[in-house]
């Protein structure tokens, strides 16, 4: 899973739309519009697998056009399906939305819009692989994995996704269109072990181009899961405070809820994160001196990296958590920012996060040997939801196999752990984080393709997470 | 577009498909309008138009979906759509088969008064600004409304000769308020503006002059709760008023009992169902007050849209009758794989729960509308008399749910302290927790007709790629004995 550095040609598609947006661009100055559009395109694949058959082989083509128009203080926006050809529907959306727009009451505290930024910022890097994916490579990661575990009686699913995704903007302040272009994939392989009290195992894997991609390696690695699962005895404990090993596709999800419960600065202002204005500042120590997070598209530890943001935002390296210390935070969206009087510094949603790595075991041979005294191991956690967003405490269940370790050997597989605890508690008490990095997929399915990951270590020690209950019978 | 569609479903079976579909958007508009503080925060149009190819070959699935509107553009999607089938082929343990269904060709309109796509944008926009006005209080930080207004006019053809044609009209709205309690923490109160069971869904919801009994509640509890105590933490009864019952009866009983999860479809993300098939007809799933139903033909609700996307007209199924495991969340193809598996016909027919967000997605089993029926127990006035030491309960704020639905620990907007048969105040965040087959067999008191509503949901994601779906929850308020609060 190491970072392509090289740059690809162009997609043959993105031509004609960055001159269908120069040319909408110079009909919006001609007819005295101020406004912008920005254009987004995916082309994805996804394959699923359930109960040890392919459930669904879909593919999905889509190409949006976004329109926002500003006349003074007043702002409407719009949206439309359309090919490359169609300048005509394109200018019937401005037209109709420059009529609008008048209609509109005055916002006072909007500002004026802003140039995005020029300069040589474009960027194709997607995978000519992923571009033409057969979706026979990822039918076979499935059906390999059913045939390297046919001795047993388990069940195989996951979903396999890949694809193309493209951006670029435009608006009446400029000239030309900024653009990118990248591709992914990411993968989710489960087995659910029908003898075993159906417990579940799982591998997951995500990257930027298909040759990082290998089979055999996640099959192994579940395998090596499943001799774990299969050996040891399902057991339960008692709710209480308990030293816990994440997983980094466990602790990744648990940054991924802190990304928008503090670094997201229009939640600051509005009061609806974590951190209140009175408490907690730029500058201020919120966690343990141990912890830094930091999004730096120049990194080449970082998959995904984007120099503009989709609000044509130019991004630099940006620290964010400084030795426990606040540095930044995002602030993306005019309107919001608007509201506060504060000027747009990034683009989150496109936001390469790593997790600075320390002196914690690399592997998980070393990681079970550290732990002398009773700790448990969490490799995921399933549907985080925030019970009080302003104190931010959290709820959440383990899943995927919960491991009681002690004495430096796993002891037993635990029932899935029901965690109610807080950010602030989690982030202050991290023992140590492994010195090794580790990408979990954060890009959603849902809406239009748009890769996202975090990096962080391999596996990190918190002390003293709340456990408060089990999928034990009678233990919820 | 008629004419295509059945050129290209003729084109397919010629390519080879043994079964094909095809779902166009040929309308498909959204506007979405917000306020914030007496301004517009965001005004929106969106519209998109396409269409999602689906076929059958050698016992799996293909699907393909386009935005060019061409017969040549459809063609080649469904070629594709095909060859994804073949490849799909070459890993399954049971070829999908289809339950039969009458072949249909008809349309389904939503029962609507005023279509909100006719309205004047200032009349839109003046009357949202004027319930904003109703919520805005000076101690609150934040107030407003947002709605969206969805149009879509959906033609389906399958090659067993269905043709039907759907107009759906929807409208999402939404009241919000938020403010600093007393230690400077953020609280909030929001309203769904629920929808008449047996109403229409226009504009003429809007304008309707109960929401202003709405902005006024929602204003009122917002600023007694941020001086109101923290709830404490002990086991006692619970009444979950019915956007709390909603949100219960969706996790717990309506994800549990799709279909497609229990067979573990959706194992790998969204989890699986603590339900077998060994339970259909045995289980205990709650008291014997706890009648639930997935009930399409619900009027007015946007879980009703007349035919599920497998192309079979809209059912009342009952799913749990006086707390025993009846049926499910069901579609033709899971019903024959379940029932081939279970080895005895548990599903007679599908209950016409297939349904996609968009013409991009394969439809997948959804919720329609998850009801409870009312019970017995009178009104809530009844219930909150009738209980010793409990909490009244409303609104959620978080959930979260274990993976086989087994278990759940939801928090709350806002909660009332009930005791010796009043309520004595209110208090701040409420949660509560539990085993879902425990909880619903501690299920005690179910309210009658006078409790009843429909709570539309337009946010129910499941799938991959991710679905949004809309749908509703009639459900009565209820009353659960000895309930972990608080923690
Ligand atoms: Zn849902």
């Known amino acids: 899973m190491s970072k392509q550095s090289t740059h690809k040609a162009m997609h043959t598609t993105m031509q004609p739309v960055l001159k269908l947006l120069t040319e909408i661009n110079t009909f ?245 994160g974590m951190l209140q204005q009175d408490k907690h500042q730029i500058g201020s120590q919120l966690f343990g001196n141990n912890f830094t997070i930091t999004d730096d598209p120049t990194d080449p530890e970082v998959l995904f990296a984007r120099p503009v943001g989709e609000n044509g935002i130019a991004r630099q390296p940006f620290p964010l958590i400084s030795n426990g210390v606040l540095s930044n935070q995002f602030y993306s969206d005019k309107d919001d920012c608007d509201r506060f009087g504060i000027a747009r510094n990034n683009d989150m949603d496109v936001a390469s996060i790593k997790v600075a790595t320390g002196n914690g075991p690399a592997d998980f041979a070393a990681m079970v040997k550290s732990c002398a005294k009773p700790t448990l191991f969490i490799s995921f956690i399933h549907y985080m939801n925030l019970t009080n967003a302003a104190k931010g405490e959290f709820t959440g269940s383990s899943r995927f196999g919960t491991f009681l370790i002690a004495n430096g050997e796993i002891k037993a597989h635990l029932y899935n752990q029901r965690i109610n605890d807080s950010y602030h508690r989690i982030f202050n008490q991290i023992e140590w984080l492994s010195s090794q990095l580790h990408h979990v997929n954060m890009s959603s399915t849902y809406g239009m393709r748009s890769a996202s990951s975090i990096a962080c270590p391999r596996f990190v020690k918190v002390n003293k997470v709340k456990i408060t209950g089990s999928s034990a019978p009678g233990k919820g | 577009m008629f004419d295509h569609a059945r050129q290209v479903i003729a084109y397919l079976k010629d390519q080879g498909a043994d079964y094909a579909d095809i779902r166009i958007h040929q309308q498909d508009e959204e506007e979405s309008i917000s306020t914030m503080k007496g301004d517009i925060d965001k005004y929106n149009l969106a519209s998109k138009q396409g269409y999602g190819i689906r076929v059958l070959v050698n016992g799996a699935w293909g699907f393909a979906s386009s935005e060019v509107m061409t017969l040549t553009a459809m063609q080649q999607a469904g ?149 109101a105590p923290e709830c404490e933490k002990e086991v006692c009864d619970v009444i979950l008023l019915p956007e709390m019952m909603a949100l219960q009866t969706h996790e717990t009983i309506g994800h549990a009992l799709e279909l497609d999860r229990i067979l573990g479809y959706e194992l790998s993300y969204a989890g699986g169902s603590h339900v077998d098939l060994a339970d259909f007809g045995q289980l205990q799933f709650g008291s014997h007050k706890l009648t639930a139903r997935a009930d399409g033909t619900v009027a007015n609700s946007p879980g009703s849209i007349g035919y599920d996307d497998d192309g079979v007209k809209a059912r009342n199924v009952t799913l749990i009758k006086n707390g025993v495991l009846q049926d499910a969340i069901t579609s ?124 539309p949901v337009f946010q129910c994601g499941k799938g991959q790629p991710n679905q949004i779906m809309r749908l509703a929850h009639g459900i009565p308020a209820c009353r659960f004995k000895n309930v972990q609060v608080g923690e």
């Open chain 1, 28 to 272: 919006m100055k001609n007819e005295g519009i101020t406004g912008s559009i920005t254009y987004r395109q995916e082309s994805s694949h996804m394959v699923r697998c359930g109960r040890s058959q392919i459930s669904l082989n879909v593919s999905e083509e889509g190409e949006k056009y976004f329109v926002e128009i500003q006349a003074g203080k007043r702002k409407i926006s719009g949206s439309t399906t359309a090919q490359a050809n169609d300048s005509d529907k394109l200018k019937t959306l401005v037209s109709t939305l420059n009529e609008r727009v008048k209609l509109m009451p005055e916002v006072p505290h909007m500002s004026p819009m802003a140039a995005i930024v020029q300069g040589d910022l474009n960027r194709f890097n997607a995978d000519g692989a992923l571009i033409n994916l057969d979706s026979k490579v990822m039918v076979d990661l499935f059906r390999r994995c059913g045939e390297h575990f046919a001795h047993g009686n388990v069940e195989v699913s996951g979903a396999f996704s890949a694809g193309v995704y493209s951006y670029a903007i435009i608006n009446t302040l400029v000239d030309a269109p900024v653009a990118y272009q990248g591709s992914d994939y990411n993968v989710e392989l489960v087995l659910q072990l029908l003898d075993h009290d159906k417990k579940e195992l799982r591998v997951a894997d995500v990257g930027e181009a298909l040759n990082q991609f290998d089979a055999n390696s996640l099959i192994k690695q579940l395998d090596a899961s499943y001799q774990l699962l299969t050996n040891t005895p399902r057991q339960d404990i008692e709710p209480g405070e308990y030293d816990v090993i994440f997983h980094a596709d466990a602790f990744g999800d648990l940054i991924n809820y802190l990304g928008y419960m503090a670094l997201h600065g229009e939640t600051y202002q509005y009061g609806m």
């Open chain 2, 79 to 227: 070629v594709q759509a095909i060859a994804k089938a073949k490849t799909a082929s070459d890993y399954i343990q049971q070829k999908v088969s289809l339950a039969p269904k009458a072949v249909i060709q008809d349309s389904y309109t939503s029962p609507c008064q005023i279509d909100p796509f006719t309205v004047s944008t200032q009349d839109k926009l003046a009357r949202l600004l004027q319930l904003d006005s109703q919520l805005a209080d000076k101690r609150f930080d934040y107030w407003g409304v947002s709605a969206s207004f969805y149009k879509r006019d959906i033609l389906y053809i399958d090659s067993e000769g269905s043709e039907i044609r759907r107009h759906l009209i929807e409208l999402d709205a939404e009241l919000f308020a938020y403010a600093k309690d007393q230690n400077g923490e953020q609280c909030r109160r929001t309203f769904n503006l629920p929808q008449d069971a047996n109403g229409t869904t226009g504009w003429e919801n809007i304008i309707n002059d109960a929401q202003f009994d709405h902005t006024a509640r929602i204003r009122e509890e917002l600023l007694a709760l941020l001086d």
């Open chain 2, 332 to 455: 033709r193809q899971m019903i024959m794989e379940a029932n081939a598996k279970a080895g005895r016909t548990i599903f007679s027919a599908s209950g016409a729960t297939s349904r996609a967000q968009n013409y991009s997605n394969l439809p997948i089993e959804r919720m329609n509308n998850i009801n409870i029926d009312p019970g017995q127990d009178g009104s809530l006035a009844d219930i909150i008399a009738a209980t010793e030491n409990g909490l009244l309960m409303e609104t959620p704020r978080s959930w979260s749910i274990g993976s086989n639905r087994e278990n759940f620990h939801f928090a709350t907007e806002v909660a009332w302290k009930i005791k010796h048969g009043k309520i004595t105040h209110m208090v701040r965040n409420a949660t509560y927790r539990g085993d879902s087959l425990s909880f619903w067999n501690a299920l005690d008191m179910v309210g009658d007709e006078r409790t009843w509503q429909l709570q």
